[in-house]
């Protein structure tokens, strides 16, 4: 593709959404089965409710984009109870938001997407707005979250964007240069 040529709004979703499933999948792998019901504080997620939480974000966000008006649910998030299992329900869930996303064109992301409580609308926004608020940013706020939980375990981090405290993925390629 030339640097001329324009791309679709839809492909550029789909790449994004890619890129952070394999650093989402770093974190994932991380996660200690010994440590599923840890929090760091009465009211916070446990550690199994977030960890599959940043598993689903993407295709249960895909989801309900194709539902509007979206009844607003209970908020009862379940827990992971295998932590081996995460990287496969995000695979899982990245293939159905990629199937939704692929299947819809870039019009698409302009059609209004509501919320409603009770007969009463909350929120309206147009659905390429909701992929990026409620699927990416709260995906990554989550996967933030993740991070710091796995961090006050004493888990290493692995590499998102950069470096860590644990793992530096451009030491190889300096040494080797």
């Not at 009770?118 to 996967?143: F, I, S």
Request: proline share 8%; charged share 15%.
């Amino acid at each position: 593709m030339s640097v001329t040529q324009v791309i679709s709004a839809i492909a550029v979703l789909l790449q994004e959404l890619e890129q952070e499933a394999a650093a989402t999948r770093r974190l994932l792998e991380r996660v200690p089965q010994s440590k599923l019901t840890w929090k760091p504080h009465p009211k916070s997620m446990s550690l199994g409710q977030l960890a599959l939480h940043v598993a689903t974000i993407p295709g249960n966000i895909a989801t309900i984009s194709q539902l509007s008006p979206f009844p607003l649910p209970e908020f009862n998030q379940p827990a992971t109870e295998d932590a081996a299992a995460l990287p496969g329900t995000l695979d899982d869930s990245v293939a159905t938001a990629r199937r939704i996303l692929g299947a819809m064109d870039d019009a698409a992301l302009g059609k209004p997407w509501s919320v409603v409580h009770d007969g009463q609308e909350l929120m309206t926004l147009p659905v390429g707005a909701m992929y990026r608020t409620l699927m990416l940013n709260h995906w990554y706020d989550h996967r933030g979250q993740l991070s710091v939980y796995l961090r006050e375990l004493d888990v290493p981090l692995p590499s998102v964007y950069g470096p860590t405290a644990d793992e530096n993925p451009f030491a190889n390629a300096a040494a080797s240069s």
